[in-house]
């Protein structure tokens, strides 16, 4: 029931924003509520096995790999070729035997009827020649052939025919190994528990035994195997791991991961199993061996998973391989697996169907509610839109006027700063006035008595003398500038810098330390206290008109900015 509470939860989500929606969004909200039925109403649909990285990477490689396996068997063949060109009658009977024995080993894997047929001559040999060597090779040869199609019991009873007395190094560890692989057949099909345990046994002595010439990476093997017996699970790993870093063969690679994975499964660790397992498959692959157990192993354990592609990719493959090797005891195997998981894989779909069915049914429904909502949302918008274009002419109106608001408001605190600017220097001059008036009150006073001093001791020539010189009024100039001078930097500290911020740096003014303005200096305060009269700036200065012109051009050819200069100085200290 819980699969099919979204579509309902989805339709009052809709129903909730139709007076919302525009049309030009709905294709979008149609397109996701439609993903999400698909993911509420198929679970199980698009289940997949998680794996770590590691493993995920090698079963990725392992897929790919099997594209190339025909590049692979190609690359064996020939190299089974090139062993059968170097066969000669002419060649000693022990090398040719060793020639042909060598063929038969590597077509035992790759195409069974192939080994078969030159054991057959390895035997045509030995009676020829009635040589032991060339017999045991025979027997060698023959006996990976009927494991290979099944009988263990006839090879059991090949191997028992091998004379071992004179046995060579290289002719002992062949006959070690077929050994231990008849030994380990016979454990895996035992039934009866007594002998099952006795071809233990046997496997534990076999695993004993000293092999002269041995590789150090069998011999390896064979330690993790002892190892692994007795649950020393972590300490065979770590012997075997070495060895995937080693410069080993194809053939030895699948080997060594074959059996770390059996020690991977004895440890419970089955996501390490599936990566040896993809790892020995990747190299018996690339050996071009077309009989193999990591493969067929590898699809059993990924069927369990329900991993239903790879599982039969891996298990047809492996099939295919099987019937192109005529490995008989692969055959059954591999068909009944086959066979279950195709099985599998049809109940998967036929569900799957059944779940698509009824998901195309609810998908119907749903499609005609949203074509109703499509509806009532297009007849609900073209009632709204009337509405929406006369919200819009208010909107542009409205931020009209608001930007002439904008601008009276700028226009009206330009206006408020300059009274402020105003009323900051009516508040400092008038003081200064005052003061300055009362000290020529003084003054005048004080120039009364002294006309008065003089005319009574010096006489009337003295008095007029005395008028007639202009150095009191020099002297009372220099007054004016000074406290003039102090006043306005008084009120506008900054002055001089940022006059010079509004000149070329050659024209700059350089701040006296008396604290005292130039001439020009003093035109441009009174500029700034508002008086741009040239006639009116030369009476405040006691200078020609136009000596005060000539020092303004002067004064905007030095500018920056020479056409908005004097403005930029009426505006200084804002």
């Known amino acids: 029931v819980g699969k099919f509470v979204m579509p309902g939860i989805c339709f009052n989500f809709v129903q909730s924003k139709i007076t919302t929606m525009q049309p030009r969004n709905f294709l979008f909200s149609f397109g996701f509520l439609w993903t999400v039925l698909a993911c509420t109403l198929l679970p199980g649909c698009a289940d997949r096995p998680e794996y770590s990285l590691q493993t995920e990477a090698a079963l990725e490689r ?3 790999e099997l594209s190339n396996k025909p590049r692979y068997q190609q690359w064996r063949q020939e190299q089974a070729d090139a062993l059968r060109s170097r066969i000669d009658d002419g060649l000693p009977p022990l090398e040719r035997a060793e020639r042909l024995f060598a063929v038969a080993q590597i077509y035992v894997t790759f195409h069974l009827d192939s080994s078969a047929y030159y054991v057959e001559r390895l035997y045509r040999l ?12 025979a027997l060698l040869g023959d006996i990976d052939v009927w494991l290979g199609r099944g009988q263990v019991s006839l090879a059991e009873e090949l191997f028992r025919k091998i004379d071992t007395a004179g046995m060579t190094p290289g002719e002992y560890r062949a006959w070690h190994s077929r ?8 454990y895996d099909e035992a039934a009866d528990s007594l002998q099952k345990r006795a071809w233990g046994d046997t496997l534990s002595h076999i695993r004993k035994l000293s092999v002269p010439g041995c590789s150090d990476q069998t011999r390896t093997r064979m330690a993790a195997a002892r190892l692994s017996e007795t649950g020393r699970y972590d300490e065979a790993l ?5 060895l995937t870093a080693k410069n080993l063969s194809h053939q030895n690679f699948a080997l060594v991961y074959y059996s770390m994975a059996h020690i991977a499964k004895g440890q419970g660790d089955e996501d390490r199993m599936l990566y040896y397992l993809a790892e020995s498959s990747i190299s018996d692959l690339r050996a071009g061996t077309r009989s193999y157990s990591s493969l067929y192993d590898l699809a059993l354990e990924l069927f369990d998973r329900k991993d239903y592609d790879r599982a039969t990719a891996y298990m047809g493959s492996t099939f295919d391989d099987a019937i192109r090797c005529k490995s008989v005891t692969r055959i059954p195997n591999s068909s009944s697996a086959v066979v279950k998981i195709n099985e599998a894989v049809i109940s998967n779909i036929a569900q799957q169907q059944k779940l698509m069915s009824r998901t195309i049914w609810l998908a119907g429904i749903f499609l005609i509610v949203l074509i109703a909502i499509l509806w009532f ?6 009632r709204l839109q009337g509405s929406h274009e006369q919200l819009i ?8 006027k608001h930007d002439e608001l904008l601008k009276k408001n700028d226009h009206i605190r330009d206006i408020n700063n ?4 105003s009323n900051r220097i009516k508040d400092r001059y008038v003081c200064h006035y005052i003061d300055l008036s009362v000290h020529y009150i003084k003054q005048i006073d004080a120039f009364r008595r002294e006309v008065c001093r003089i005319a009574k001791t010096k006489g009337a020539d003295e008095v007029v003398r005395r008028l007639n010189s202009s150095q009191v009024i020099d002297g009372e100039y220099q007054k004016f500038y000074q406290s003039f001078d102090s006043s306005f930097l008084d009120i506008f500290p900054n002055f001089i810098g940022q006059v010079n911020e509004l000149l070329q740096p050659e024209f700059r003014f350089t701040p006296r330390s008396d604290s005292s303005l130039t001439t020009e200096l003093r035109i441009l305060a009174a500029i700034r206290l508002g008086i741009t009269d040239s006639g009116h700036i030369a009476s405040l200065l006691n200078c020609a008109s136009a000596t005060v012109y000539t020092y303004r051009t002067k004064l905007r050819n030095a500018a920056l900015d020479r056409d908005n200069f004097e403005e930029q100085v009426s505006k200084t200290g804002l």
């Open 393 to 400: 002419r208010m909107s542009d109106l409205l931020r009209e």
């Open 238 to 242: 770590q012997l075997l791991e070495p």
């Open 62 to 64: 392992l897929d790919a």
């Open 126 to 137: 030995a009676e020829r020649t009635g040589s032991r060597h060339v017999r045991r090779f």
């Open 377 to 382: 949302v297009l007849w609900q918008h073209r």
């Open 179 to 186: 050994y231990s692989s008849v030994a380990s057949r016979r």
């Open 418 to 421: 300059a009274l402020v600017d």
